[in-house]
């Protein structure tokens, strides 16, 4: 079945800055709904949080605790 123009069925969650990352709050498998934390980052001493920007499954995970990301680094999939 084919995809319904503008409907995306997965969703990459994306780092916009460069942080550490100081928890993954989801696992591979999770079932997770718009607006839920994915991780929290460290950077310049504040905790930032990730949301979702979709709900489903999250069907990746790319980053682990003390990882230092870049803008742009894939954090995690949803789908």
């Known amino acids: 079945m084919a995809e319904p ?3 995306k069925m997965s969703e990459d969650v994306r780092a ?3 942080a550490s990352v100081l928890e993954v709050v989801v696992s591979e498998g999770d079932q997770i709904g718009k ?3 994915v991780v929290l980052l460290e950077s310049m001493k504040m905790e930032i949080p ?3 920007e979709i709900g489903g499954t999250v069907s990746k ?3 682990a605790v003390g990882d230092v990301i870049q803008a742009g680094d894939l954090i995690a999939v949803i789908s």
């Open 61 to 63: 995970v790319s980053v």
């Open 16 to 18: 916009e800055i460069v």
């Open 5 to 7: 123009s503008g409907v």
């Open 50 to 52: 990730v949301l979702a």
């Open 35 to 37: 607006g839920d934390i």
